[in-house]
């Protein structure tokens, strides 16, 4: 089985990762192949290499992985990965036409969408008076709001 390991600059949530490609080897499966958390050996890859590896494509399985690597108690070095959906279904994801409500650029967002992307001052301002003749019987509440003007 082909692997293929890189350096990923990127954080986990970004789509199409920043990655610098630093070995292509062959290897082996460690036991049953999982494909959502392959474990496979790595025998001929230098340790330098190795101490820079945090990503892997293995393109029998067609699955982009974040990687770590550990030293078995008998001298391997096993790779264990964790898909990531997003950069092994980009393709897919970036042809799927879609509506975006929302912007990151602050002077263009939509201040009517309530997606919690723009916030809008809000004045607080409470005044409380007492009404001598009151309501009979009990106390009672009266909320008056008013809004508008320039902000």
Do not use: H
């Not at 789509?15 to 192949?33: C, F, H, M, N, W």
């Not at 590896?53 to 974040?66: A, F, K, M, Q």
């Not at 008998?74 to 980009?90: A, I, R």
């Amino acid at each position: 089985m082909e692997i293929v390991l890189y350096r990923n600059w990127s954080d986990p949530n970004v789509l199409v990762k920043r990655l610098d490609i630093l070995a292509t080897e062959s290897t082996q499966p460690y036991g049953e192949i999982d494909i959502s958390a392959p474990e496979l050996v790595l025998s001929d890859v230098p340790e330098s290499v190795l101490n820079k590896v945090n990503y892997c494509y293995i393109p029998e399985l067609e699955r982009y992985y974040t990687a770590s690597i550990s030293l078995t108690n008998n001298g391997m070095y096993l790779l264990s990965g964790t898909v990531d959906v997003l950069m092994s279904f980009k393709d897919e994801i970036l042809s799927i036409p879609a509506i975006i409500d929302r912007q990151e650029d602050p002077a263009n967002c939509n201040k009517y969408v309530n997606n919690g992307g723009y916030v809008s001052r809000v004045d607080n301002f409470m005044q409380r008076y007492t009404w001598s003749k009151g309501f009979a019987g009990s106390p009672q509440n009266i909320l008056i709001t008013a809004g508008g003007g320039n902000y």
